[in-house]
T-cell receptor, first 113, second 109 residues
Framework: ETGVTQTPRHLVMGMTNKKSLKCEQHLGHNAMYWYKQSAKKPLELMFVYSLEERVENNSVPSRFSPECPNSSHLFLHLHTLQPEDSALYLC????????????FGPGTRLTVL | QKEVEQNSGPLSVPEGAIASLNCTYSDRGSQSFFWYRQYSGKSPELIMFIYSNGDKEDGRFTAQLNKASQYVSLLIRDSQPSDSATYLCAVEGFQKLVFGTGTRLLVSP
């Protein structure tokens, strides 16, 4: 285990559902990230938080809504998703924003029906 | 042009051989470079990072960086079947990492 946990590990949802992904890091890091990983595509950075403040939003559709209540927790709220949103969603953390040694959680495998 | 390019593979090597994984990047200003290993169905795991031109060795792994050629590589000596995985190259961008698509390595017994 890397010190970054994610729940749930698997999620199947319909297009009209609302669900949330949770990430928790136990490393005392100050920066947290959400990535999307689809088959045959590079990891896509979705959101970056530093000390609970969002510093990057990579043109992600509004049906994905992040929340960072403190430096240890990160959520990704999902609503009215599309089948093409099916992917592995990975959370990562690093000591600080400028430190790029990122540690990943196990991911949530999301399937949108 | 992709920001970080890797051959998707698969790269097949016999057990005990040297596996050579390559990565090129487009941003000349990048200063730090990372190699992640990702087993099938698992999340990426950081295995090496390099900041300076030249070689950096850690056990069976050697990272090589040539900033003039914008090229970074990972050598795995004495390859084992357990090294079979996808290897992701990541390059520092502005406050973020930019990843390649990864190279799939298959080590046959």
């Amino acid at each position: 285990e890397t010190g970054v946990t994610q729940t749930p590990r698997h999620l199947v949802m319909g297009m009209t559902n609302k669900k949330s992904l949770k990430c928790e890091q136990h490393l005392g890091h100050n920066a947290m990230y959400w990535y999307k990983q689809s088959a045959k595509k590079p990891l896509e950075l979705m959101f970056v938080y530093s000390l609970e403040e969002r510093v990057e939003n990579n043109s992600v559709p509004s049906r994905f809504s992040p929340e960072c209540p403190n430096s240890s927790h990160l959520f990704l709220h999902l609503h009215t998703l599309q089948p093409e949103d099916s992917a592995l969603y990975l959370c990562a953390s690093s000591q600080d924003l400028g430190n790029n040694e990122q540690f990943f959680g196990p991911g949530t495998r999301l399937t949108v029906l | 042009q992709k920001e970080v390019e890797q051959n998707s593979g698969p790269l097949s090597v016999p057990e005990g051989a040297i596996a050579s994984l390559n990565c090129t990047y487009s941003d000349r200003g990048s200063q730090s470079f990372f190699w992640y290993r990702q087993y099938s169905g698992k999340s990426p795991e950081l295995i090496m990072f390099i900041y300076s031109n030249g070689d950096k060795e850690d056990g069976r792994f050697t990272a090589q960086l040539n900033k003039a050629s914008q090229y970074v590589s990972l050598l795995i000596r004495d390859s084992q079947p357990s090294d079979s995985a996808t290897y992701l190259c990541a390059v520092e961008g502005f406050q973020k990492l930019v990843f390649g698509t990864g190279t799939r390595l298959l080590v046959s017994p």
